[in-house]
């Protein structure tokens, strides 16, 4: 399965500024989504980025506030901007790739922990 | 929209022995993909187990192994064996197809005591 590097591993920022995590996959994939885990609950859906086109958003999610790039098949970042301590939580990226078996395989980084001041 | 219910917000297991973990959901789709994934505190989250819809058996994972039931549109997950390593946040989740996103239910805090 893909291997993910995702970058900052944690951060703190002060309300209102932004903050860019980025998700390096070591091999080529389609479709890249991004999660948010909000302090001890489920992970949910912000939005899924293909390659070449614009990242759709799940409901509650918008593009003002969660841009996301997809400049290749290998790269993506999500930008939390106008942060507020509501916005402190796990930030995910996830990819589908073809596990061993030939069946779907999704493979998640480690997480990005934001946490606002 | 497909729905994802885990009912026990926690659970506890001794050492060497057997927990379920139960799981349901909802969906008017034929065919889907079902997972059950791992938290631990290091945040990382780990695929323990898949299942395809469409595949009548049971999947396995050495320890780790499912109860399918279709009709009932139930998903439990079962570890044999317990060990401290186990202990986790354990995730539900669904698929409608390759390449969709994924729809997780609320998460079993899984303790293991020695």
């Known amino acids: 399965s893909a291997v993910i590097s995702q970058k900052p591993s944690r951060d703190i920022c002060q309300r209102g500024t932004s903050l860019t995590i980025q998700c390096q996959v070591d091999?080529?994939?389609?479709?890249m989504f991004w999660y948010r885990q909000q302090p001890g609950q489920s992970l949910t859906l912000i939005a899924t980025a293909n390659q070449g086109s614009e990242a759709t958003y799940e409901s509650g999610f918008v593009i003002d506030k969660f841009p996301i790039s997809r400049p290749n098949l290998t790269f993506s970042t999500l930008t939390v901007s106008n942060l507020s301590p509501e916005d402190s939580s796990i930030y995910l990226c996830?990819?589908?790739?073809?596990?061993?078996?030939?069946?779907?395989?999704?493979?998640f980084g480690a997480g990005s922990r934001l946490t606002v001041l | 929209a497909q729905t994802v219910t885990q009912s026990q917000p926690e659970m506890s297991v001794q050492e060497a022995e057997t927990v379920t973990l139960s799981c349901t959901y909802d969906t008017s789709e034929s065919n889907y993909y079902l997972f059950w994934y791992k938290q631990p505190p290091s945040r990382q989250m780990i695929l323990v187990i898949r299942?395809?819809?469409?595949?009548?058996q049971n999947a396995t994972e050495n320890r780790f192994s499912v109860n399918f039931q279709k009709a009932a549109k139930s998903f439990s997950l079962k570890i044999s064996d317990s060990q401290l390593g186990d202990t986790a946040m354990y995730f539900c989740?669904?698929?409608?197809?390759?390449?969709?996103?994924?729809?997780f239910g609320a998460g079993t805090i899984l303790r293991v005591k020695s």
């Open positions: 091999s080529q994939v389609t479709m």
């Open positions: 996830s990819v589908d790739a073809t596990g061993s078996s030939g069946a779907n395989v999704l493979t």
């Open positions: 299942q395809e819809a469409y595949k009548q």
């Open positions: 989740a669904f698929m409608k197809g390759y390449g969709n996103k994924l729809v």
